[in-house]
């Protein structure tokens, strides 16, 4: 059977919305275009635009799961943002304009928890994503592990708990564990695989309510001994990805 990639995803601003695409071109030693552009650092947060910083300086899905229900829209002309959220009425705003910060700091604050570092700001690295590597990656996940995850919780499971950015179906689980230090061609691009992902408490909310309701890292851990699903890789050679191209390992 040869992999098609079934899905692509970017999360503009990172933790607060995932963005469906039909096609993206890749750039060699960048992170996805338009992925994790932005990220929202919080008050103790040591972050200050001058390059990659870990990611216990934003706030993010393990800490507010009500973020994971957050879907977004990002203009590419324009540089707007719109969020949605089944809580909240829309909100479209501009990331790099200060005169939009209290407008996003106040849509966003019902939606994290009362005894959390409240959000401050926004900050962007240019040239590179604020991924939570400490490289520009890309992650690829495993539709078929995806499914061994669900037959061992007990019931389904949205794929985008893990927000992932290329998503295709390799027949096994856990194949793509095997990937490191190896060569993947999707479409026109060719990613290096670097690392697994080691997952977060993100994944056990629910990506349509923002309840946690799915202890996703403790089956991980029961029934693999890790915690672990997906891959991260880094563009090597950059070109067009479009849904339904052919994932050949090289």
Partial sequence: MTA???????HPLKSHGREALESVTMIAGQTMPGDRVWAVAHEASQADGSGWSPCQNFTRGAKAPQLMAVSARLDDATGRLTLSHPLQTDLTFDPENPADLQRFLDWEKPLLPANRAA???????PGRGMTDTDFPSITLCNRASHRAVEQAIGHELSPLR?????????????????????????????????????RCLATAANPETGERDADTLKT??????HQDFSVYAEVVRGGEIRLGDAVKVL
């Fill in 4 to 10: 098609k990639v079934s899905e692509i995803w970017r």
């Fill in 220 to 225: 991980l851990k029961e029934n693999w001994g």
């Fill in 162 to 198: 893990w927000r992932g950015n290329i998503w295709f179906d390799l027949g096994e689980a856990w194949v793509e564990n095997a990937w490191l230090g190896r060569e993947v061609q999707i479409g026109g691009a060719v990613f290096a695989v670097r690392e697994r992902v080691t």
């Fill in 119 to 125: 959000s401050t700001r926004i900050v962007r690295v």
